[in-house]
């Protein structure tokens, strides 16, 4: 039987439902032939496709617009796709992108995995092989082009982070105007920053990247040639012309995380990159605007490094405009339940598995520990815990053996223990904000549980071993922290 629906006549049709945006996909691929096979299995799939038969082609539909995905064939006439991949992922670290390559290169598609690569089909491709393969990144770009409500979620329920969250808003309705984070190691600044960049600019595209810059992991003699791009020639092995992470950045964020590690030499050149809202390739001619906001981030104290002489108080001056402070997460540990709660739906969908509850014990036990290492820390004992846990268990099996390690991490008294006071760190040689205390603990901390050893505190920690040696210098009495006593 056929049913049908009358409409009365004085009534106006529904409306009909917008079409669904269909996914966009930049092919390019020089084989005319097989290009056309591959743009057939891509539109069955629902891609809108453009084909470029060279780099050249490729790079200037890039300028014009944004592609989900990107199927890349490696051996093009006026290039390597290989090389290709970097520029486009260096603007956008999420972009989808596989790419065909002949069997001899199949150990340089894998190591473009571990950067990131989505997959990579062996030539000549299979065609079930690679509809698969676009299935599954098509299932990719519909969780990221639908934002849920953890991507960019920050847990504010104490007074202290509600009042982050509110400085996050106002900061997002001022796009470009400079913002600096100020925290410990791990209390959620690079989290922060991601998020005000998801407030400012709700509907992500090419031309919002988030770029982030560890400046404590750049060498000195490449930090001006990453940051500002360098021209073919401009000093040896320069090859080629490198756009920089500035230009990357294009109307987006670039965040540049430990600018207190930035050596004294260079920071001249980021205070007239402030100053002035340009920069100029190295061995380039001519400037460029920057267009994008400004972000940076420090553990550490900037007034006292300008006060030691380690920082240039014109270029605080320029960083200081809108100053956001991430507490401590032992300052806030009434948050934990509802934090671990983010973090472990995060986890399990990173590794695509069920997410698992905290027994009431567990939550009561970690709400008791003073997590020296922060949020970071945190996540890090979660994901442990995570990785740890049958797929099909219900609870959680979190790692109590990391939990209980404050206990065996104090440094014992020595008339507890028995052992020469030599052991006992000593307290600073002078009082310390709040900022550099946190901070003076949390290296004790790391440095009792390494057992003293400078490069698996660092690792504990979070930062480069450099980084650690340069405290040390600040405050040389740490160095006892986790050493053995002095044998009479």
């Given amino acids: 039987m056929l049913l049908t629906l009358e409409v009365p006549m004085d009534a106006s ?165 400079t913002v600096l984070f100020t925290g410990e190691t791990g209390s959620g600044k690079d989290a922060a920053a991601r998020a005000l960049h998801a407030l400012t600019h709700p509907q992500a595209s090419v031309d919002t990247p988030f770029v982030p810059v560890n400046c404590a992991a750049i060498p000195a003699e490449m930090f001006e040639s990453e940051l500002f791009g360098a021209e073919r020639g401009a000093y040896t092995g320069a090859d080629k012309t490198r756009e920089g992470l500035a230009a990357a950045a294009r109307r987006g964020t670039l965040f540049l995380d430990e600018i207190g590690e930035v050596p004294l030499a260079l920071q001249a050149k980021l205070l007239r990159f402030l100053e002035a809202r340009e920069f100029r390739a190295l061995g380039a001619t001519t400037t460029r605007r920057f267009q994008a ?52 739906r995060q986890l399990a969908e990173k590794y695509e598995r069920p997410h698992p509850r905290l027994r009431p014990e567990d939550i009561e036990a970690l709400a008791g520990y003073p997590f020296p290492g922060n949020v970071r820390e945190l996540r890090n004992l979660l994901e442990r815990s995570l990785l740890r846990t049958p797929a099909d268990a219900a609870w959680l099996a979190v790692d109590r053996v990391w939990l209980n390690r404050t206990a065996t991490a104090t440094p014992p008294t020595s008339a507890a223990a028995g052992t020469s006071p030599a052991t006992a760190v000593m307290p600073p040689a002078r009082p310390l904000p709040p900022l550099e205390a946190g901070e003076y603990l949390a290296i004790q901390e790391a440095l009792v549980a390494a057992q003293g050893g400078i490069r698996r505190a660092a690792a504990r920690l979070g930062i480069t071993h450099q980084a650690l040696l340069r405290r040390l210098e600040k405050w040389p009495e740490l160095r006892q922290a986790g050493q053995p006593p002095a044998t009479p």
């Fill in 13 to 177: 049709p529904a409306p009909t439902p917008a079409p669904s945006r269909r996914p966009t996909c930049l092919l390019v691929e020089d084989d005319p032939g097989f290009a056309t096979l591959i743009q057939e299995v891509l539109a069955d799939e629902g891609f809108e496709v453009c084909h470029s038969g060279t780099l050249g082609k490729a790079r200037a539909h890039l300028l014009q617009r944004s592609f989900e995905l990107v199927v890349l064939d490696n051996h093009l006439p006026d290039g390597k796709g290989f090389d290709f991949y970097f520029e486009v992922t260096r603007p956008n670290p999420s972009q989808t992108v596989i790419v065909l390559t002949g069997l001899p290169e199949l150990a340089h598609a894998v190591e473009l995995t571990r950067n990131g690569l989505f997959d990579y089909l062996a030539k000549p491709v299979d065609r079930d092989a690679f509809l698969a393969c676009v299935r599954r990144a098509r299932a990719r770009l519909e969780r990221l082009r639908v934002p849920t409500r953890d991507d960019h979620q920050m847990v504010a329920s104490s007074p202290a982070m509600r009042e982050v969250d509110i400085a996050l808003r106002q900061a997002a309705g001022h796009a470009t105007a």
């Fill in 293 to 344: 906001r400004l972000v940076a981030a420090t553990n550490r104290s900037l007034p006292a490094e300008v006060a030691a002489g380690r920082f240039r108080e014109d270029l605080l001056y320029r960083l200081d405009v809108f100053t956001i402070h991430l507490p401590p997460l032992r300052d806030r540990l009434g948050e934990i339940p509802a934090l671990t709660e983010l973090l472990l």
